[in-house]
């Protein structure tokens, strides 16, 4: 079976947009400019424009939509921020790109429950600020102002996953069109369910290619009395993993433990003026009481004094946290301005923890032997680190040399039961690694793929 | 589509029956007495026997006892250890029961990372007793001794789920054969991942119908400093139950909080000789360090204080904590005492928690008009809850009772945005529950259903 093969024509495309044009009018879009704004993510896979591009306001516009695309056998990719990092928004064989942008009400905020609904196109920083006076916030939080769409589509974590969870333990239900323009809610809004097969945790991840995402429900978490964000300095790399490997296991419930090694630190510092030592730091964050904040920070600043890390340097006001963490998450946009006209390139392995220490001091020394800059950062309280790259495409004996860095890095990794993508995705770029890692469960995957989008429309080529 | 229709034959199962036994020898039984063994759960679902029941000790012999099963077309229905309560194991269409009891080996455990492999007739207390010097535990415990197999088949959950959560974030990786006889690995042992479908989530609930689980990658818990039990009468169900949403709102990572009201409570006096008094009670259980135990029991006896709640009662030492947990776990078995030769029936819907109280005061002021003596029993930090009655099936009158009372019961949770089946699964029992709670979703479950199980050999007609 091939996934890939399209039934769609230029005829069929054109047939499709004027229909899609009666129902959307000036919701629908080929003007080049929209259309190349929806070629690409942020990574460095090669632009693929949509034919057209549909802006829909309701769950029931994008069901008709999905209809419309269905009868012309038009490739439908759903759109978000465009934050992605493996090219799964590339229209690669041509489409509709959805874009959920103005589908961006919070329908639902239940501070009782602790939940709320929103439509895909609302982003995380919205809906924490809509949350700001309810006392609850929205934990995931992948660095860009994602959608949480795209979000719930690549099975997004990022820092405070290692304390609060992903998107699959975020997620308590979803309304999804599906390849027959079909309107499913997979669950109710109970805690937990043993009501048939888990389709929530089915559609969390599948980057667009079972369904369009258009609401989602979420749990939500009552804003800590204390939350304090600290920075460590350590005289060695390995001091610093060893750190975060010894706080996981004494269970400390840390909220966020970021590695940066002396490379990521250089970039932040040069971007954001920060003045770190050039020595790898750890990023640190405790939620809790007062009482049990002070004490998690007081095990994980015994555990890093015992392994060569500075006193803590902290930062307890809001401004500071958030000049603390927006250096984190501009890493990205630090590199990029390090070689402007770049684009980002990010590996993504993640690990069983026992083996993070040995994996990241291989890789370190993979890196100097490639003679590049590739500074490592890592959500390393679940195992999961990035080597962060600006590149240039065009430029083909680095991408080779970064290639088959990237296919040692993923190797090294499986070898030791890990993954090739912690919280990336698949999209276009990890598909043969995908298979590399799970044979036989990529032939279920097609199984499961075949039977609910049986034309492959949706989002084709992407994942499998 | 009918998932029900099995080509199967007398003369098949006959063919089926001499291949397995050339197989598997003395570990392939037609016995009356082992089949009868095998005809049903603790439910009072009416018990059906396989045709012949298989013990197999390796994956490798599951993958060669399900392909003779597929090429004669005869159903296969996984085994545990009997525990559940909605028909799921029951052989309503014959066929071969597999008998997991012989895969009870723990194939390793990590304490490093905090995680394990087992084979999937390994029971939750075997597997707890294993980790008892490794200071980790498994923390998901349904009450029943039930094997880990079946309870990644069933999603469960019970007391504990409220801070650790059920199987759904428990189970890290699966090892499944699928319906032709394929063995399939479903993740990595990575704490979190973004690779392609979350088939694990797919396979956690599915209660027999989509493979058998043969070996299952679990998350382990550090074993806590501190572990304080507690039990706290009240003047008022209201009371008790408005105790535990403020404890959950207030966001106190409280381990266990159920709910027995006075029905319950004179079961259980009678059955393990407690001497409570007959009010609603709460169980409670604390984990953490001495210092933050002692902060969230602290908080958690105010809030009870406000709402008619007495001192608590403390459990501290372990024997009183095991004698404490092992009454509430004895529940069933306590109601089954009082009408010997009786079946469990147990409603099991679960609502958000802003609707519990409601929920439960409208449920209880039902019972009422029943004249039964229905017991309420609950994990209702999740929302979730049991009216558990001791039945006999043959007993008409008293069932159609029972049953229009459940009906009410179930259709005033679904109002409430609430679910038929917080843990218990769907098996034979809640089919039509199932559509009713979730219409659209039933028809995507039967597209996966019929793409990974084509004959429907696996567990035919549970769930769909």
Redesign the interface.
Known sequence: MTLNSQSSTKVNVCEAISQLQILLQERLSTAAVIRDHHAQDESFHPPSAPDAVAFPKSIEEVSEIVKICAKYAMPVIPFGTGTALEGGVNAINGGLSIDMCQMNNITRV??????CSVQAGVTRRELNEYLRDTGLFFPVDPGANASIGGMVA????GTN?VRY??M??AVLALIVV?SDG??????????????????T??F???EGT?GVICEVTLKL??I?ECIASAVCAFDSLEGAVNCV?NT????VPIARIELLDEAAIKTINDHSDLGYAHTPHLFLEFH??D??AK?QANTVQELAAELGGSDFQWALKTEDRNRLWRARHDFAYAALAQRPGSKILST?V?????RLTQCILQTKADIATTGLNMPIIGHVG???FHVALSVFPEDKQEMQLVDDFNHRLVNRA?EM??????????GVG?KTY?VQ??P??????K??????DPNNIMNPGK??
């Open positions: 239940s501070a009782e429950d602790m939940d690549t099975r997004a974590s996953a969870g992903t699959r333990e599906t079909n309107i499913v809610k997979t669950s109710t809004r109970a805690r937990k369910s043993a009501a048939g097969y888990d389709l945790r089915l969390v991840g599948s079972l978490h009552a800590p490997i996981i296991q004494m269970g809790g009481t009482a049990s004490e993504d993640c690990v069983p923890i026992s679940d195992g999961n499986l039961e890990g993954t090739c993508t912690g919280e990336h995705g698949i990890k995908l890692e799970l036989a469960a990529v032939e279920i995957m199984l499961v793929k075949s039977a609910l994942v499998l």
